[in-house]
């Protein structure tokens, strides 16, 4: 097991360096007139000029991607060309921002989609039916609709939790948790439609194995056989596409935080992209690719826990 | 430490709302025993740095905390002493004497002086900052002593006193220039408030407190938190909920959406105005532009009241003109000179030799020019038989196609309307920025110079001529003044900064 | 389901065409699927027929009519800028739902051959493929769609292809894994055996098992495909001024203070397709993989030639372990009820050996799992009695039935690998039921176990023990699955094809094993099968089954040389004319490919 783990984080890594090397070289591209959006319309040539030597941009892209790395190795990502904030600072700041989303919604996730998607699946009939529903809505309804009627009935009219804003955990707990339980509730709906729709698949596709049949004839109580065997087995695949959709969440949460106002990484992702500041994209490009690896070696490790044959694979 | 409880927020105060967006403890510096309120700003501009060369227009506020300007500029225009206490011309307008404060220092015991002004300045116009060409034509600043200094000009720029209450006119300790860097995240100026770097995210958040023993004027607030959003759907239910205490709303639809809201005070604010920059009046790109009646017909061709009234929703005033109503150009009758006439501007393509049309190239920033204005402009212009076509285009890659390369005749933008009109002329009517292929015509030869070397009041009818010659001449196609809302909630009230699209920092004050 | 309804037949070796066909009436049967499908031919053909169905040209923009409300010849009203929004529809339409095509087709291009090759060849491909799927999804899809939007212009048809590329990856892998199983499995052996070329077996054998997931995660990703490209209109990156669905909700996005009704329409639009499309796939999911067993088994069951069966002895006292009398067992309720097994008669004594005979779907499984309790879902005891150890199981509670298993009946099933839960080693899975059944201590069971390890010959038990499925061979597995039914003692074992699985060398070898626990333990087996060799070394006596009704019963011997029924005979001549040299209890197995007619 610790041999595969180790496999895969050198995996990892090699993929760290390609994907920074890919991404340097596409930010590069010039149509993004950096030092003229710094600079504002009426820059003159030379000014121009002057900026694009300031951040480097008159070296050639792989002398500046080699002095990119060489500081990257060494633990520093440079600042930001749009707002001078340390990078690594700047990405420390709103990491945690978007990894409380992200538990959070997984965490949501996880138990109401088991919950819904057991109960569809050993049920089915009409609570089945009722859940199918429930999951078709959940997955049609625009993310930002959801997000908003929510904004507006929770924040807006009742008050209950604050409409903008982030509070650190590290600040105030119940602070923290009355900023993020309106983002979660919004990103959780569709999430909890598509996994709860995989959970109750896999329960229906695992009811009907033979090995079920087996256990129930050895004289074990159903219930017994649906919580250690069925839910172990039929969580392997639903955990595979909570890993997918942790990591969605990592750049997709864009909408929400952007209505509730929150400093995170999907917005960030959105603002710095579109601006062109490479030291900040790379940054985050980075911590993708760190969180994709890791999530993925979690599920892999969990899944294999779960399912003895995958860690042979 | 002191949590919000939301189902009591009702009425929020500055103080909680501060408390919940600032996630901090005890108000400000506490240092002076006195309590007073926090203020918490939203807005959508942020600065590139806090150091003072890269200060622009919409983020002054952020460098207004922490650094003096010279001069200062109140919410009418006028100006008063700040750092420095008197200036003035000598007769050909080519030296400004400025008398400084001798009781100022940085916080480091750095004096502030004569020597601090000249490297400040000196500095300014050798930066890579958006504005340094202010200064471009600063040849000498000659330190006199301590306290009185002389700028040398190559020649008259009536807009002086503008550039030293604004940017160019921020003080920060020379003694800091030497870690540039730093400056940019540390600012070490005079100023009313210190950056408090542990609750500030560069980015999202900026969090300033009460400097001790400041100089000058007491701010009436302890601290300040001017957070960044990326829209405004966010500010406006940060706005409902009492979470914000004040912000500019410039989306139509988003002020409408806060008509009504309790609480909140809503002050317009007219500053940015929308059209098409028409930079090819000698028809080097488009051919047809050059002849004044196909211009005139452009302006006739627009219908700028529907798209007022559907687009901005009537907030803001059709205009001709591209000065705004705090210049002395501004000339009310020239608001309504080109009435939407499809048929008088066909008669002056006709006239022009153009009855059949043609084909008009405009780069389109969807940031700016909106499905809505884009679809309008081009029906409208269809309709006299101009064929507009689109090119999309992004941010960065527009002002170089734009400014740079010059591929095109004209750009709709958002435009600020300054208070000084001689930042008006130079930016839009001399050879330069928005006058990129360098179209001149003999009335604006014969009056520029006298407008540049005599005292603004002086001015006034040369700029009213001037701005005649430009509508008449359609140099522009202008839409409108765009009304932005400057909304406060109960605790706070502000006042609109004449030439700024947000208030100074100085114009907010506690409700009482 | 159909696994478990058709547990005596092997449902991917049957001939494809029948099959198909049942698809194509199984897909019209479900309403679902109807629904959906017909939802999206509506969509797509509004949109092909746009500008049939809307008046003028969707960017025609009369600025004054912004906002307003319906009029004749604009059903929906106006936008923002004026424009029709019907009109905008149905042409967004076609650039939105022409865009997620484009990704697919792009998507699809790339993952399903990718996936075949990968998963077919493995070795260097396999592993270079999968990174280049990792590297895929690690990229950062906003920076990838800004930087190829850079260079290739900005137009939404490009940015669709480079999000094909990007989801290319989810069919990959999908493709890989499912053909990386089928690999292994015996048919392709068999066909590569047979001297098939790499490619026809491709086409031929593997690409009809990834087929129906493929075509699953098509209508899937479609919908991603079309929620994207709207998500990318909202980010600003999407597709200039072409009319597109998601830049219709941006639009309304951005008004929704002024006219909130306008989101409605792309919104709906956007939903029902995406919705259909769920649907569409779940259904299809229904119908391609699960299948449903009933109408074939209906078809079966009508198609058997009616003959009276050889009536029992009706005044024959009932057997004191198993006695079953006039068992139905239904599918289905109410009219649409289908009966698989008609009235039937069973006797097993104390150390009674009984075979059930018969081909696949003659009900024999059918009449197992009533006994046991066990019926799949949907299927039900609909008359009779049922007679275990004197206690009457039809009707009985789960809870009545649960005290029976395990000690009373138990059962050793026809498919070793698949009995045996992947998840658990084979120790804690003898180990579990012992400890709820017999109350013994974990210590004490895990001693039990590796006893009966032992018991079934396993050589070494304590290797096994820890084992996981996988990890041990077929032979072994239906050791242990026999090792399991003894576990609690039982009086009945009911033994449904235990040997068909497995190799004929081995089948020797468990029915010589069952031979001998039954003959020292004093079992009751009821032994389910299709083998008459089986039959013939084994049983005491016979029941012979055909379209779920006993045609023939008696002593072994008797039914073996003096066939009283035409079905029987039938039988026996099938296994006579395969192999009439061998010895009986090895004659080969007749499995579904040389079937006897019936």
Redesign the interface.
């Known amino acids: 097991m610790s041999r595969f783990a180790a496999r895969r984080l050198a ?1 990892g890594i090699f ?1 760290l360096f ?2 920074s090397f ?2 340097f070289v ?2 590069s ?1 010039p ?4 030092a ?10 030379e ?2 000029d ?2 694009n030597a ?1 951040l480097g941009l008159d070296q050639p892209v792989l002398a500046r991607y080699a002095r990119w790395l060489g500081d990257a190795l060494t633990g520093d990502l440079g ?2 060309w ?5 990078v690594l ?2 990405i420390g ?2 990491l945690p921002v978007t990894l409380s989303l992200m538990l959070g919604v997984t965490l949501v996730t996880a138990l109401l989609a088991l919950l819904l998607g057991v109960w569809a699946g050993v049920r ?1 009939g009409a609570v089945d039916r009722l859940v ?1 529903v429930l ?3 959940g ?4 993310g ?2 959801v997000t ?1 009627v929510i ?1 507006l009935v929770f ?2 009219q009742l ?10 955990l590290t ?2 707990v ?2 923290w948790l ?1 900023t993020v339980t309106l983002p979660i509730l919004s990103l959780s709906v569709a999430a909890v439609a598509g996994v709860s ?1 995989q959970v109750r ?1 896999s329960v229906i596709d695992v ?5 079920v ?10 219930r ?1 056989v649906l919580f ?2 069925v839910l ?2 039929a969580s392997a695949p639903a955990l595979t596409v909570l890993g997918m959709q942790f ?1 969605g969440l990592l ?1 997709g949460a ?2 929400v935080e ?4 929150l ?1 995170g990484i999907g ?5 710095y ?4 500041d490479t030291p900040i ?1 790379m940054g ?2 980075m911590t ?2 760190v969180c ?2 890791v999530i ?1 070696l979690v599920v892999d490790l969990l899944v294999g826990w ?4 995958a860690r ?1 694979a | ?1 002191r ?2 409880r ?2 009591t ?2 009425s929020a105060g500055v103080v909680v709302a501060a408390l ?2 600032a ?2 403890t005890g108000a400000g510096g506490g240092t002076t025993g006195q309590s007073d309120p926090i203020l918490d700003i939203a807005t959508m501009t ?6 003072p060369v890269t200060a ?1 227009g919409g983020a002054l506020p952020f460098f207004q905390a922490t650094y003096d300007s010279l001069l200062k500029r109140e919410a009418d225009g006028a100006y008063r002493p700040m750092l420095a206490t008197e200036w003035t011309w000598d007769a050909g307008r080519t030296k400004l004497s400025l008398t400084l404060r001798g009781d100022v220092e940085f916080d480091d015991g750095t004096q502030f002086d004569g020597t601090a002004v000249k490297a400040n300045l000196e500095r300014f116009k050798a930066s ?3 504005n ?2 202010w200064l471009s034509g600063l040849e000498q600043v000659e330190v006199v002593d301590a306290t009185h200094v002389v700028l040398h000009l190559g020649a008259p720029d009536p807009a002086y006193l503008y550039y030293l209450s604004d940017a160019a006119g921020l003080i920060a300790n020379p003694a800091a220039f030497a870690d540039a ?1 730093k400056l ?2 540390a600012p070490d100026g005079t100023g009313p408030y210190e950056l408090d770097a542990s609750q500030t ?5 900026w969090v300033y407190r009460r400097a001790d023993g400041y100089w000058g004027e007491r701010l009436p607030f302890d601290g300040v938190t001017m ?1 960044v ?3 405004e ?3 406006v ?2 706005l ?2 009492g ?2 205490d004040t912000a500019v709303v410039q989306d139509a639809n988003q002020q409408a959406a806060l008509e009504g809201a309790p609480g909140l005070t809503t002050t317009p604010i007219d500053f940015d105005f929308q059209g098409i920059l028409l930079f090819d009046r000698a028809g080097v790109v488009t051919a047809e532009l050059a002849d004044v009646k196909v211009r005139q017909a452009l302006n006739h061709a627009i219908d700028r009241k529907t798209m007022l009234e559907q687009i901005r929703r009537g907030k803001g005033v059709v205009t001709s003109q591209i000065f705004g109503t705090d210049s002395l150009g501004y000339d009310e009758a020239l608001d309504s000179h080109y009435a939407h006439d499809p048929e008088k501007a066909k008669r002056l393509l006709a006239e022009a030799g153009h009855a059949d049309g043609f084909e008009l190239k405009m780069p389109r920033m969807t940031s700016i020019v909106t499905e809505a204005i884009a679809s309008s402009l081009k029906s409208d212009l269809a309709d006299v038989g101009i064929t507009l076509t689109w090119v999309d285009v ?4 527009a ?2 196609r ?3 390369n010059r591929e095109f005749s004209g750009f709709v933008m958002n435009l600020g309307q300054q208070a000084s009109d001689w930042l008006v002329v130079k ?1 839009l009517v001399l050879p ?3 006058n990129l292929f360098g179209y001149t015509d003999e009335t604006v030869r014969a009056l520029v110079p006298k407008i540049q070397t005599s005292s603004t009041e002086e001015a006034r009818d040369d700029l009213r001529a001037l701005n005649r010659n430009l509508v008449e001449n359609a140099w522009f196609v202008p839409f409108y003044r765009m009304t932005y809302a400057l909304v406060t909630d109960s605790g706070v009230t502000a006042a609109p900064q004449s030439g700024m699209a947000v208030p100074s920092l100085y114009n907010y004050r506690p409700a009482v | ?1 159909s ?2 309804l058709m547990s005596d037949d092997h449902p991917r070796a049957g001939a494809a065409a029948p099959r198909r066909a049942n698809r194509a009436r199984r897909f019209l049967r479900n309403p679902q699927a109807v629904i959906s499908a017909l939802v999206l031919v509506l969509i797509g053909g509004a949109v092909l027929l746009a500008p049939l169905l809307s008046t003028g040209d969707p960017d025609a923009a009369e600025l004054s009519k912004a906002f307003a409300a319906a009029e004749p010849g604009h059903p929906l009203g106006f936008d923002s800028a004026g424009r029709d929004v019907w009109s905008r529809l149905l042409h967004g339409g076609r650039n939105t739902l022409g865009g997620a095509l484009i990704a697919l087709a792009v998507a699809l291009s790339i993952g399903v051959p990718g996936g075949l090759v990968a998963g077919y060849y493995g070795k260097w491909f396999d592993a270079l493929a999968n ?1 280049v799927g ?2 895929v ?8 769609l ?2 190829s939007r ?2 290739l212009g900005p137009t939404m048809w490009v940015l669709m292809v480079v999000l094909g590329v990007l989801v290319a990856p989810s069919f990959f892998r999908l493709v890989r894994g499912i053909v990386a199983n089928v690999r292994g499995e015996l048919y392709v052996d068999a066909a590569r055996v047979s001297g098939l070329r790499d490619r026809r077996i491709i086409a031929r054998h593997v690409l009809v098992v990834v087929r129906a997931p493929i075509i699953i995660q098509t209508a899937l990703v479609a ?1 991603i495909a079309i ?1 994207l490209q ?2 990318l209109e ?4 999407g597709s200039g001024d072409l009319p597109t669905w998601g830049a219709m ?1 941006n639009e309304a ?1 951005q008004n ?1 203070q002024r006219s909130p009704m306008f ?1 409605a329409w792309p ?1 709906l639009a ?3 397709t ?2 259909a499309l ?2 569409l796939a ?1 259904a299809l ?1 229904d119908v391609l993989e ?1 299948g449903d067993a009933k109408p074939p088994k209906l078809r079966a069951a009508r198609r058997a030639r009616v003959v009276t069966p050889a009536t029992p002895d009706d005044d024959r006292p009932r057997a004191s372990l198993l006695s079953v009398r006039d068992l139905a067992v239904s599918y289905g309720a109410g009219a649409s009820a289908v009966d698989v097994v008609h009235g039937v008669d069973l006797d097993v004594a104390e150390g009674e050996v009984v075979g059930l005979v018969g081909q696949s779907g003659s009900g024999k499984s059918q009449t197992a ?1 009533s006994v ?1 309790g ?1 019926l ?2 949907g299927g039900r005891v609909s008359r009779g009695s049922i007679l275990l150890a004197g206690t009457e199981v039809v009707g009985l509670s ?1 809870k009545g039935y ?6 009373v009946v ?2 050793v ?1 026809q ?1 070793p690998m ?7 080693t084979i120790g804690s ?1 003898l180990v ?2 012992m400890r ?2 017999l109350r013994l201590s974990r210590k004490a069971a895990a001693e039990r176990a590796l006893e009966l390890l032992r018991q079934v010959e396993i050589v070494d038990p304590r290797r096994v023990f820890h084992a ?1 499925p ?2 041990i061979s077929g032979g072994m597995a239906q050791r242990v ?1 026999i090792a ?2 003894m ?2 003692d039982p009086r009945l074992l009911i033994a449904d094809e235990p040997t068909t699985a497995l190799d004929v060398t081995v089948q020797a070898e468990v029915l010589e094993l069952l031979r001998r626990l039954q003959a020292e333990r004093g079992l009751g087996v009821l032994l389910v099968t299709h083998n008459l060799g089986v039959v013939a070394d084994l049983c005491d006596r016979v029941a012979v089954m055909n379209a779920g009704r006993i045609v023939e019963t008696g002593s072994t011997e008797q039914v073996l040389a003096h066939p009283g029924h035409p079905y029987t005979r039938t039988l026996i001549d099938a296994v006579l004319d395969d192999a009439p040299a061998r010895p009986a209890w090895v004659a080969p197995r007749t499995d579904d490919g040389t079937e006897v007619p019936a």
């Open positions: 995996a993929l390609v994907v890919v991404s596409l930010l591209i149509t993004l007139d950096v003229r959006q710094l600079l504002g319309q009426s820059a003159s040539q000014a121009v002057a900026k300031e600042t930001s749009f707002t001078s904030e340390d600072t700047a700041h709103r089915r199918q999951g078709v809505v997955y049609a309804l625009p930002f609709l908003l904004v924040a807006v008050r209950w939790f604050p409409a903008i804003g982030y509070i650190p600040t105030s119940p602070g009355s729709q698949g009811l009907r194995q033979d090995y049949r087996t256990l129930r004839a050895r004289g074990l109580p159903p017994r250690r065997h172990r087995n990591v750049g864009v909408l952007q209505i509730f106002g400093p917005s960030m992702t959105v603002t992209t579109t601006r062109g994209i985050l490009v993708t690719v994709v690896v993925n779960l399912n003895p044959k042979a | 430490m949590i919000r939301f189902p927020a009702g919940v967006l996630g901090c942020f600065p590139q740095s806090l150091d622009v890579s900052g958006a340094a060409k860097e940019k995240t995210t560069v980015g999202t958040k957070t959003f990326d829209n759907t966010a500010i239910n940060g409902k909920t979470q914000i992004d941010q960065g890659d002002l170089r734009v400014f740079q930016d330069g920025t928005f | 389901m696994e478990a990174w990792n590297f999804m690690a990229l950062p899809a906003m920076v990838v800004l930087a850079a260079i919908g929620s709207a998500g909202f980010l600003g990156i909700l996005f929704v989101m919104g956007l939903g029902i995406s919705a769920v649907l779940s999911r699960d799992f046991l066990i799949p879902e789960e649960r005290a029976l298993r395990g000690d138990a059962y099933p498919e698949t009995n045996l839960d992947p998840a658990f899975q579990e039921p709820l059944r996981y996988h990890q699955l399991g039914a576990s609690c």
